[in-house]
């Protein structure tokens, strides 16, 4: 059996681990969100302008905390350019059958378990830690995202590809494409997360859901022990705090200029 890496086996021993989603290029932003104590981090590569450079310094800023890339989709050479850089796993976006989860593998392992090549980057120390890196390489870990309907007819056969560290749901694609409510109060979206949940445990496979920041009523998420949580974005963030804040602020403001009108008024009888 493949040794896991410390990373994985916190995955595998864990519930719920929240892991905020970074898409802001600015890495500033990834060491401030850092310091405040999340379990990991998760770049945005897929939906986002981040590219590989600046993964690379979102890592450096965020060190030593642990940083997991969900790339642009199944191509070779920038899965391996990704796990050069040292991350601590990827997550892997468009997977819809149990082929292309076999290359997904094949694309992130060092021979002889698998076809990826090893360059003289970050993760082995630009070179210097060449052989130590060797040896830890292929722990990295392979997640593969459930979202859309092949995936989900497909789902038994690409959870059983060995290799394979677990798998995570994307709801609102997931949603969209099986045509059903994204609600935890519809039976139907919740028989189908519960089946992901089923075959991944059955397998003894890592699985994640994505959340926003503003949902209120995460219960049904925490009670059924995801390993991890995408924790809303940087950017949703942004938003939310500033919204509130300026909704808070107007209407204070509203509150003191009707309470001076008042004044004003019974003042100037």
Not at 12 to 39: F, T
Not at 41 to 52: G, K, N, Q, T, Y
Not at 134 to 150: D, G, L
Not at 196 to 204: C, F, K, T, V
């Amino acid at each position: 059996m493949r040794e896991q890496s410390d990373f994985l086996k916190k995955l595998k021993g864990s519930r719920s681990l929240l892991a905020p989603l970074i898409s802001i290029r600015d890495s500033s932003v990834s060491e401030m969100i850092s310091l405040i104590g999340p379990d990991f981090l998760i770049v945005d590569m897929e939906h986002s302008a981040i590219d590989i450079a600046e993964l690379q310094n979102i890592l450096i800023a965020a060190k030593p905390m642990d940083v997991v890339a969900r790339i642009r989709g199944l191509e070779k050479n920038e899965i391996k350019k990704v796990l050069d850089t040292g991350v601590a796993g990827i997550i892997i976006p468009g997977i819809e059958t149990p082929e292309e989860t076999m290359d997904a593998v094949s694309y992130s392992r060092i021979p002889p378990d698998g076809i990826r090549g090893i360059g003289p980057g970050r993760g082995s120390k630009y070179g210097y830690g060449f052989a130590a890196y060797v040896k830890e390489a292929n722990k990295q870990a392979v997640i593969v995202q459930i979202e859309t309907k092949k995936a989900f007819e497909n789902l038994k056969d690409i959870l059983s590809v060995p290799g394979l560290d677990g798998c995570f749901v994307g709801p609102v694609d997931l949603t969209a494409a099986l045509g059903i409510e994204f609600s935890w109060s519809s039976k139907i979206f919740v028989s189908a997360i519960d089946k992901i949940l089923s075959e991944s445990r059955a397998r003894d496979l890592v699985i994640g859901i994505y959340t926003p920041l503003a949902n209120r009523t995460p219960e049904p998420i925490i009670s059924r022990g995801f390993n991890f949580i995408m924790y809303g974005t940087d950017r949703e963030a942004v938003q939310l705090e500033y919204r509130n804040s300026l909704e808070t602020f107007r209407n204070k403001t509203k509150t003191l200029t009707l309470g001076t009108d008042l004044m004003r008024q019974i003042r100037d009888q």
